[in-house]
């Protein structure tokens, strides 16, 4: 029987890149792609040193109470609100994320919602594939411009400020509030204010989420923030589901509250609220705002670079790259990152 560390990676992704997991461990890839429910998840683990898991994959106490050989979850996504960091870390379980790699893709996503969105780019496609184009009309599908706007972001991370970037091209004004202001620098980088949360719900023509989720940040935005936003604004989400409260946005779409929303995260998915899917002035996709070929595969490469290490194999043995947990590491005897 073999004495090497054992992985299980919790759906097919990328062979090539994952094969280099198996220099160093026996590897089980599970062969589908489906919702690991919670008693999945903890057979899955019950008997490994490690796992590769993702966004759907929620690891929490209950899941990891009888991975006595649990010693590393790499988490392929930046975000990490479905691992129960401190259980983890009361375990002595090493926790890491792949930040970085897919700033730049999220954040031009963010940009094809927000044009899609304030020019009904898909509510006119929809019109047009049902025959309802019999003649051209000077007011048809009025959408709303984008240059020379006032662009306002939740959430000044990484995304959020190359979010900003992209907005010196169109002429506009940004505006943002964080958790904690930028350095100046930074803020010069970005051409970027800072303003009260208030404020920035008034003043945005177009409202764009960028900020992680944790139960601070839940529902964020609801029913008070809507109603503080311009009548004509749009919102757009490329963050977490659970940031909005999404049936007080369904009413906000409905009244015409605010203009058009634009939505690649929700508060139950895979599942959508049924009344923004009867919306038509809401543009939705499916999770994908990190979806190129080449980030993705970033993203994989680095959460197994993140695994190895964790593991104590290769040239970064018991130093990850990306822990989330570091003190977990200490518990376990290792050294901090």
Not at 79 to 93: F, K, R, S, V
Not at 227 to 255: E, F, Q, S, W, Y
Request: hydrophobic share 50%; glycine share 8%; aromatic share 4%.
């Amino acid at each position: 029987m073999s004495m090497r560390p054992r992985v299980w990676v919790t759906q097919p992704v990328f062979g090539d890149i994952l094969a280099r997991l198996e220099s160093h461990f026996d590897v089980r890839v599970e062969a589908d792609v489906a919702p690991r429910a919670a008693d999945a998840l903890r057979a899955g683990l019950h008997d490994v040193d490690g796992a590769l898991v993702f966004i759907p994959d929620r690891i929490d106490a209950a899941v990891i109470a009888g991975a006595h050989r649990l010693r590393a979850i790499a988490n392929v996504g930046v975000g990490y609100d479905n691992l129960d960091i401190p259980a983890l870390t009361a375990a002595g379980i090493i926790a890491t994320n792949t930040p970085d790699v897919l700033t730049e893709t999220t954040a031009d996503f963010a940009w094809a919602l927000l044009l899609a969105t304030a020019r009904r780019v898909t509510e006119a496609e929809r019109w047009l594939r049902e025959g309802q184009w019999t003649t051209w009309s000077f007011e048809l599908m009025l959408g709303r411009d984008v240059h020379g706007s006032t662009l306002g972001i939740l959430g000044m991370g990484r995304i959020g400020q190359a979010i900003a970037r992209r907005a010196r091209g169109f002429g506009m004004r940004v505006l943002y509030h964080n958790r904690a202001r930028l350095a100046p620098e930074l803020e010069r980088d970005c051409a970027a204010t800072h303003v009260a949360r208030n404020e920035l719900l008034a003043h945005s023509d177009h409202l764009v989420l960028a900020l992680p989720y944790s139960a601070q940040t839940h529902h964020a935005i609801g029913a008070p923030e809507l109603a503080r936003m311009k009548p004509g604004a749009t919102l757009v989400n490329v963050a977490r589901g659970g940031i909005v409260d999404d049936a007080a946005l369904a009413d906000a779409l409905d009244a015409g509250r605010i203009a058009a929303a634009g939505l690649d995260v929700y508060e139950n998915e895979p599942a959508v609220h049924p009344r923004l899917l009867a919306c038509r002035n809401v543009v939705l996709t499916p999770h994908i705002a990190s979806a190129s070929e080449a980030t993705r595969r970033a993203m994989v490469a680095l959460a197994v670079d993140n695994l190895v290490a964790a593991l104590g194999a290769g040239p970064h043995a018991g130093r990850p790259p990306n822990p989330v947990n570091a003190d977990a590491l200490l518990a376990r005897g290792g050294h901090s990152a």
